[in-house]
């Protein structure tokens, strides 16, 4: 189940495209590449959803110019507590915000997006509650020449003209992939610590003109995804 927080004054074309991405992502030919994922437990192999269904999207006042993971929780927790969305154990939740805000993630060490990170994704437990899965992107577009890195350039413009949803929808279906078969981190594609995103990152295929895959009626271009004994594909 898909959820979208905009966080910020995000324009209504860019929010009307990524909901449309992300209510069609789960039908398409790409998402297939997600469901060959499965997990061990106490000897029951369980496979990872072969349906994302799109569930609501709402808008979050901006309130911090820099946020962190623990700001990105504690707005979860807020909506939680107001009843504006509900704790889902199968729930994904994407924060997306306004490229003139930035976003830092804490690994090992203090990461920052555009420079360090398009997009990223973490899980946090709720007391007496279900683990909550979530997602952080940005609008690049938003960013100037610093926001380059994490756009889609491409010379005939981007699939559907708007160049801050077309490339936070390819970050994404990255982030996506990654946190239903891998919200833990609890395996990685190699010794790099690549998950199944990160091993085809920002590899497209072979494509014409400025998408690779069709979502409903709407184009898109999103990155392959590595899958056991396959490689890199856009599809199975």
Same mark, same amino acid.
């Given at each position: %189940?898909?959820? %979208? /927080?905009?966080?910020?004054?995000?324009? &209504? !074309?860019?929010?009307?495209?990524? &909901?449309?991405?992300?209510?069609?992502?789960?039908? !398409?030919?790409?998402?297939?590449?997600?469901? +060959?994922?499965?997990?061990?437990?106490?000897? =029951?192999?369980?496979?990872? !959803?072969?349906?994302?269904?799109?569930?609501?999207?709402?808008?979050?006042?901006?309130?911090?110019?820099?946020? !962190?993971?623990?700001?990105?929780?504690?707005? $979860? $927790?807020?909506?939680?507590?107001?009843?504006?969305?509900?704790?889902?154990?199968?729930?994904?939740?994407?924060?997306? @915000?306004?490229?003139?805000?930035?976003?830092?993630?804490?690994? #090992?060490?203090? $990461?920052?997006?555009?420079?360090? @990170?398009?997009?990223?994704?973490?899980?946090?437990? /709720?007391?007496?509650? +279900?683990? /909550?899965?979530?997602?952080?992107?940005?609008? +690049?577009?938003?960013?100037?020449?610093?926001?380059?890195?994490?756009?889609?350039?491409?010379?005939?413009?981007?699939? #559907?003209?708007?160049?801050?949803?077309?490339?936070?929808?390819? =970050?994404?279906?990255?982030?996506?992939?990654?946190?239903?078969? %891998?919200?833990?981190?609890?395996?990685?594609?190699?010794?790099?610590?690549?998950?199944?995103?990160?091993?085809?990152?920002?590899? @497209?295929?072979?494509?014409?003109?400025?998408?690779?895959?069709?979502?409903?009626?709407?184009?898109?271009?999103?990155?392959?995804?590595?899958? +056991?004994?396959?490689?890199?594909?856009?599809?199975?």
């Amino acid at each position: %189940n898909a959820y %979208n /927080i905009y966080y910020g004054d995000i324009n &209504n !074309s860019t929010k009307t495209l990524v &909901n449309y991405f992300a209510a069609n992502l789960g039908s !398409s030919s790409w998402y297939s590449t997600v469901t +060959p994922y499965y997990q061990i437990d106490n000897g =029951v192999k369980t496979f990872a !959803s072969k349906s994302l269904v799109f569930k609501k999207s709402i808008d979050v006042a901006a309130t911090k110019t820099v946020i !962190s993971s623990t700001d990105v929780m504690n707005t $979860l $927790l807020a909506l939680f507590n107001a009843g504006k969305l509900s704790p889902d154990s199968n729930g994904v939740y994407t924060l997306f @915000f306004r490229g003139d805000i930035t976003a830092t993630w804490t690994t #090992n060490t203090l $990461l920052y997006w555009l420079g360090d @990170f398009c997009g990223y994704h973490g899980a946090f437990r /709720i007391t007496n509650g +279900p683990i /909550i899965k979530f997602m952080v992107i940005g609008d +690049p577009s938003y960013a100037g020449v610093k926001g380059e890195g994490c756009e889609e350039i491409i010379i005939s413009g981007t699939a #559907n003209g708007n160049l801050g949803a077309d490339s936070m929808v390819t =970050v994404y279906a990255h982030e996506i992939a990654e946190t239903i078969t %891998n919200y833990a981190n609890a395996w990685y594609f190699n010794s790099n610590q690549f998950e199944n995103a990160d091993a085809c990152s920002w590899d @497209f295929g072979d494509y014409t003109g400025n998408s690779n895959v069709v979502l409903g009626n709407k184009k898109f271009l999103v990155q392959r995804m590595w899958v +056991p004994t396959k490689g890199c594909v856009i599809s199975l």
